[in-house]
């Protein structure tokens, strides 16, 4: 009778194999879809030694993951090096004041930043990972370096519409599934989808005629920039329902415009919205020409606003949401006359980060004291 049984569990267990195109599959391991469009094997909430890698990736797997299970981390993130890319110190980045004490205790990854936009797989081998979280957006190098670590390289995505794109919401998404906090990514999505909902309600009935022109610039791309780096397609404006002043340049994304176009401008600028990355390359802008901005409405009637910096090593997309907010309420007062800027910035961070940052953030050198009107007699000298 013994031989019978042990010849049958034999037998399902050959036609199991079988089944299985002759590979007994892992427990728990499921196929994800990457947002590059890779198909990756993973198995759900078992790992142990996280790597992350390019611009924005440890930040968004701040959102979702638990930092207590990183392997290591770029250079740019450890603040506690003497040798590193340091561009972003000065302005806030909200998963560094969050998390800095743990990414400062981790070896490196890589050098990470704006001019090391190249994994390091020695350095990522060195730290022993399970899971890579990459923000290279390339199918054949995240392929490439999959095989070469023998782990799965996962690749997250942003898109053009930052913390309010589809791609956002689908990063978390993946990352909930990955790391069994799909309950977590799911409310932190819906918490986007509302706050957007809510801000587009405040503004929904303004006629057009009574929508002042914004001008935004200094918006960050790969690098600090001026007065002159702006976009016709800033989500923050768009979503806040006002009229943006930059109209038919035809360019996709953050960008410059020329000098010339600036001055053309400068009529319809009912109001300036200025990223305050930007303030320590204007400043000195401004004290060589301190009529750069005279032909600039907004600049003589004292409407210039300071908003917190929305690109430090990618998208600052908890700040990309207040930064909402900040413009609504800069442009329609009346309409968001019960919102607190320092509240509504501890909320988000509390979602995104688990904790309240507004203080650290209006407390950084590069944030000048947070949301603001800006004394134009006086702010840039």
């Known amino acids: 009778m013994k031989r019978i049984i042990s010849f049958v569990l034999i037998l399902m267990l050959l036609l199991s194999l079988c089944a299985c195109g002759g590979q007994a599959e892992t427990a728990g391991e499921i196929t994800v879809t ?28 701040a ?140 503004v929904a009935n303004i006629p057009e005629e009574e929508k002042p022109s914004v001008y935004i610039c200094g918006l960050g791309n790969w690098g600090t920039t001026n007065h002159l780096m702006t976009a016709e397609n800033y989500i923050c404006l768009q979503v806040a329902g006002v009229q943006n002043a930059v109209k038919d340049l035809g360019v996709e994304g953050i960008g410059p415009i020329e000098e010339e176009k600036f001055v053309e401008l400068g009529e319809s600028m009912d109001i300036i919205i200025m990223d305050a990355a930007a303030v320590k390359n204007i400043k000195p802008l401004y004290a060589e020409d301190p009529a750069m901005f005279d032909t600039c409405k907004a600049w003589q009637n004292g409407e210039v606003y300071l908003e917190m910096a929305y690109n430090a090593y990618y998208t600052n997309y908890e700040i990309a949401l207040v930064n909402t907010w900040f413009i ?54």
């Not at 996280?50 to 440890?58: D, E």
């Not at 329609?332 to 979602?351: G, M, R, S």
């Not at 688990?354 to 007699?377: H, M, N, R, V, W």
């Open 328 to 381: 609504a309420k800069t442009v329609y007062p009346e309409a968001f006359a019960d919102i607190d800027l320092t509240a509504k910035t501890n909320e988000v961070t509390k979602v995104f980060l688990g904790k309240e940052l507004a203080e650290e953030i209006f407390a950084c050198p590069g944030s000048f004291g947070g949301y603001q009107k800006i004394d134009t007699e006086t702010f840039f000298r």
């Open 63 to 202: 959102y979702i993951g638990d930092v207590a299970l990183l392997a290591g981390v770029e250079d740019i993130d450890n603040t506690a090096l003497s040798q590193r890319p340091a561009m972003f110190d000065s302005v806030a980045r909200p998963y560094v004041l969050a998390f800095g004490d743990t990414f400062q205790k981790l070896p490196s990854c890589g050098v990470g930043g704006p001019m090391a936009q190249a994994a390091e797989a020695e350095k990522i081998l060195a730290c022993n990972p399970d899971i890579v979280i990459s923000e290279f957006e390339d199918v054949e190098k995240s392929n490439a370096l999959q095989q070469q670590l023998g782990v799965p390289v996962i690749t997250l995505g942003a898109g053009t519409k930052g913390v309010f794109d589809e791609k956002f919401a689908g990063s978390m998404t993946l990352l909930g599934k990955i790391f069994g906090k799909e309950d977590k990514a799911a409310a932190l999505v819906k918490f986007v989808a509302d706050e957007k909902a809510a801000i587009e309600a405040r």
């Open 34 to 61: 990457d947002m590059i469009g890779r198909t990756v094997s993973v198995t759900p909430g078992s790992y142990k030694r996280v790597v992350c890698i390019g611009a924005g990736a440890l930040r968004m797997y």
